[in-house]
């Protein structure tokens, strides 16, 4: 009953949404999402501290007790559960299932995706897990601006725009950072979108930024000491830019290859038991692994990096100044580590986080071993915040977002010129290794990774099974001319499939190759099918990505070519007519005006 009054009320809805303008219906749903997603990023927040608040408040901080060697297990082992029990599906890489659905699923996202994210997000990283929590909000609020689309019945155009507007709401209001958010969709999510589409982003993003300041303050997320940019240290901002880049391709292939070999291990309670063993050890080796890492991060910023490390091994550390390069360059190393493992062993959370973290690091590494040199004195702090942009320019090859972002959440739009010089030595050093980012990776070896070039992107849209043709007439392998013709005559179609007793294809029979046959009667009882028929040029799956079937085409000359199922059963035909006159509609979607 209430699911009838829903679908009567939506309807009711989307019929008087859809006859104002197209795009002041964009603008007040990009509004709408905004809140929504805004919403989701404060509530994920509060849900982190007040988890993270519950925990610690049992002893002094978490560094100083052996607890937090047990408590990330604990939240990955809960957010398994979580996700096994009520959701049912992988929802781990958030960012990754938000491309495929926009290339794969029409941009159609789960309803649960709304708040399956939220949750199991919240009890990893509140427990101590070493991820971050943006690409879990960023899923949210995509699925937000989707399924308010799907909900008003909106065409594939409108939802991709609704969806994009959502996860820049996410990052946004995340990070209270409404550039950024833009950035982020412009670069990493929605390839193909006009100038006159980024207003709804726009909207969206600041609508959300004003919902996380409402209820998060106006407080910089970190706080620093920075000094102002000076000309001599751009030497050195070039060499951290490279080094960011040479991490970024060492994170980005580690972390996959980890995620991998752990996802071998077929029992989930042995998965969990090893990665959670593992990410302990991790953590009493190296504490600022715990959680985030984002206040280590900010007392880097602020000049006190040793003092994150707790008590006994700061003790260590201030014997001998070598010794702290090289714990934190082991921190450095094993950050990704620690991230796998959480994600690997059941828990949900992104790369964007430990990416920051990572990259602030790196920057502090370098920096001091530059003074510990003696060649040049550099601002610690300084090379702390660029190498946060310089490692997520290369680890998410979206140089834009990582300058803006960073200036945004740190204040640093002082040291603008060295982010913009860190991030493009960054990106273009990973480039030139790495075509794909960390997200984009994944699904570039199936084929569904929509590019900035228009051709493949609509290529990636088009799907084989949707331009499958069945209205031509199968014949039987054994069938005699006679029985050919009388289907013939019925036949609107110049192609015949031929087809065995289970369906199987075996090859074509042609009009014009039975033409001259069609009318000696004596020939309908001596000639078989099995006599005229020809092997197809080519065939394609149902499956089949649009790309390899194009090539077929280009290959073999042919206007039609037969399909077949994993089986080889004969299901249709795929044209290259049907072809064109899909690829000009898709494009006229993509292209948005």
Request: aromatic share 10%; net charge positive.
């Amino acid at each position: 009953m209430l699911k009838k009054i829903y679908k009567n009320i939506c309807a009711r809805i989307s019929k008087a949404l859809k006859s104002m303008p197209e795009r002041t219906l964009l603008l007040i749903l990009a509004f709408i999402v905004g809140i929504g997603s805004g919403f989701a990023a404060v509530l994920l927040k509060k849900l982190i501290e007040l988890i993270n608040h519950g925990l610690t408040s049992w002893f002094t901080t978490p560094l100083d007790s052996y607890t937090y060697l047990i408590y990330p297990g604990v939240g990955m082992l809960l957010s398994f559960l979580l996700v096994k029990i009520f959701v049912k599906e992988d929802i781990r890489h958030g960012v990754t299932k938000v491309l495929l659905a926009i290339s794969r699923h029409e941009s159609r996202i789960k309803g649960h995706n709304m708040w399956s994210s939220i949750g199991a997000s919240s009890l990893t990283i509140g427990f101590g897990g070493s991820v971050g929590a943006e690409a879990p909000i960023v899923y949210a609020g995509a699925a937000i601006g989707s399924n308010i689309a799907r909900a008003l019945g909106l065409s594939y155009k409108h939802m991709t725009i609704l969806l994009g507007c959502g996860a820049a709401g996410a990052i946004a209001g995340i990070f209270k950072a409404p550039l950024a958010g833009i950035l982020f969709t412009l670069e990493i999510l929605l390839f193909n979108i006009s100038m006159s589409s980024i207003l709804p982003l726009l909207v969206s993003s600041v609508t959300a930024t004003l919902v996380s300041y409402l209820f998060l303050g106006d407080v910089v997320m970190f706080s620093n000491t920075i000094e102002k940019f000076a000309i001599g240290n751009v030497p050195y901002y070039i060499i951290l830019g490279i080094f960011c880049g040479f991490m970024s391709l060492y994170f980005m292939r580690t972390s996959l290859r980890l995620e991998e070999k752990v996802s071998k291990i077929k029992k989930p309670i042995n998965r969990w038991l090893i990665c959670a063993l593992s990410l302990g050890v991790l953590i009493f080796l190296f504490p600022p692994l715990y959680g985030e890492g984002y206040s280590s991060l900010t007392l880097m910023l602020n000049n006190n990096a040793t003092e994150c490390a707790g008590r006994d091994i700061h003790a260590i550390l201030t014997s001998n100044p070598w010794f702290v390069p090289i714990f934190f360059a082991a921190i450095m190393m094993m950050k990704v580590y620690a991230t796998a493992f959480t994600n690997a062993g059941g828990g949900v959370g992104g790369t964007f986080g430990p990416t920051l973290f990572t990259g602030g690091v790196a920057g502090f590494v370098l920096g001091r071993l530059i003074n510990l040199s003696g060649i040049h004195i550099i601002p610690e702090a300084n090379f702390v915040l660029v190498g946060m942009a310089g490692l997520m320019a290369g680890v998410m090859q979206a140089p834009m977002t990582a300058i803006f972002l960073i200036a945004e959440i740190t204040g640093g739009y002082d040291l603008l010129v060295p982010l913009i010089i860190t991030a493009a030595f960054s990106f273009a050093t990973m480039r030139a290794i790495e075509p794909y980012s960390i997200y984009t990776k994944r699904i570039a070896k199936q084929g569904d990774l929509l590019t900035h070039d228009s051709d493949k992107a609509v290529l990636t849209l088009l799907k084989t099974s949707d331009l499958i043709e069945d209205d031509f007439s199968p014949v039987g392998l054994d069938m005699t001319l006679g029985n050919l013709i009388k289907i013939v005559a019925k036949s609107k179609r110049n192609i015949f499939p031929v087809v065995d007793k289970d369906g199987c294809f075996q090859g074509v029979v042609f009009l014009d190759d039975i033409r001259d046959k069609m009318f000696d009667v004596k020939l309908y009882d001596n000639v078989f099918v099995y006599n005229i028929m020809k092997n197809a040029p080519a065939f394609v799956y149902g499956n089949e990505k649009m790309d390899s079937v194009m090539r077929k085409f280009e290959y073999t000359q042919a206007w039609n070519l037969p399909v077949l199922d994993d089986e080889n059963k004969y299901i249709g035909f795929v044209s290259k007519s049907k072809i064109f006159s899909s690829y000009r509609e898709q494009l006229q979607q993509v292209s948005h005006d």
